[in-house]
């Protein structure tokens, strides 16, 4: 029997890609969807009735001090984690990349905290800071401070893994070929371990492109959704001082039996996951072009 041309190859790949297409459907969007039609409901989460609002969730959202506070310390929380999570995970690649001694240790050292998972991690630091007298998790004033050392302490080493695996798998001979243009060695700088910028920012830098858009939108979009180190470390607390827009969700949807409000406000979150990845990949992915 002859079977047309193509069509064995096409049903091949197809059985391959539909499993991960049903678990993406079944587990994602149908959920999405789910979510996207209780969010214009004023549900409870428990009785079958679901009494159409339409807009009045969203609306209700602008006038909101809670949502607006929790989207407040959320967006700050990513800034600033974005930035300086980046920063030093770079920083920490760079030096384990250069000359010095026991490298391996540092590594194993710095990466270990990601094996703990945030709920632990949270409870860990507030007891220290507790047995410490050092009360960053008890002033609304520092404890977005003490909520990024936290964070960063636990995830800078698994980033600095990612930048030390971009540094080195650059070529060996694009720095012979900066050093036959007169560019110091890049070698010489490694010992020291602490590379000029100019040479940095005209070898690896450019090289590394790949990896810094790796880390600003995996670090962005984990910001934007910390949820569980809150829970064990400060409750949301001071106050509302740290009330992260997740945490905001889960009070409204199943403390505040608030469903369809808090769909609505999962909706605005995802909404706005999916644009900042998408801005952040276009410009990010022309740098790498560029470079």
């Known amino acids: 029997m002859h079977t047309p041309t193509g069509f064995g190859p096409r049903l091949q790949s197809l059985s391959l890609v539909l499993p991960g297409l049903v678990v993406f459907t079944v587990g994602l969007v149908i959920p999405m969807v789910i979510g996207l039609y209780y969010s214009f409901t004023s549900w409870d989460g428990f009785t079958p009735e679901l009494p159409w609002v339409g807009l009045d969730n969203y609306l209700k959202m602008l006038g909101d001090e809670n ?39 540092f590594r194993t050292i710095l990466f270990l905290p990601c094996l703990i998972a945030p709920l632990v991690a949270g409870y860990i630091w507030a007891r220290m800071y507790m047995d410490l007298n050092f009360m960053l998790f008890g002033n609304g004033d520092t404890v977005l401070m003490g909520l990024l050392i936290v964070n960063n302490w636990q995830w800078v080493g698994y980033w600095m893994l990612i930048y030390l695996a971009g540094l080195q798998s650059i070529p060996p001979e694009l720095y012979e070929a900066a050093q036959v243009d007169g560019a110091p060695r890049w070698t010489q700088f490694r010992r020291i371990g602490a590379p000029r910028w100019t040479q940095f920012r005209r070898i690896p830098l450019p090289m590394l492109a790949p990896s810094i858009t790796i880390g600003v939108v995996g670090i962005t979009v984990g910001s934007l959704r910390v949820y569980d180190l809150i829970v064990s470390a400060t409750g949301g607390g001071p106050g509302r001082s740290s009330m992260s827009i997740i945490y905001q ?43």
Request: aromatic share 10%; glycine share 8%.
């Open 67 to 105: 949502v607006r506070n929790a989207w407040g310390f959320t967006l700050a929380f990513t800034v600033l984690n974005t930035i300086v999570q980046n920063g030093l995970a770079l920083l920490f690649a760079v030096i384990l990349d250069s000359g010095i001694r026991a490298k391996k240790l």
């Open 249 to 291: 969700i889960y009070n409204t949807a199943f403390s505040g039996k608030q469903y369809g409000y808090g769909s609505a406000i999962s909706v605005t979150l995802i909404a706005l996951l999916m644009l900042i990845a998408v801005v952040q990949l276009r410009v990010l992915r022309r740098r790498e072009v560029q470079q």
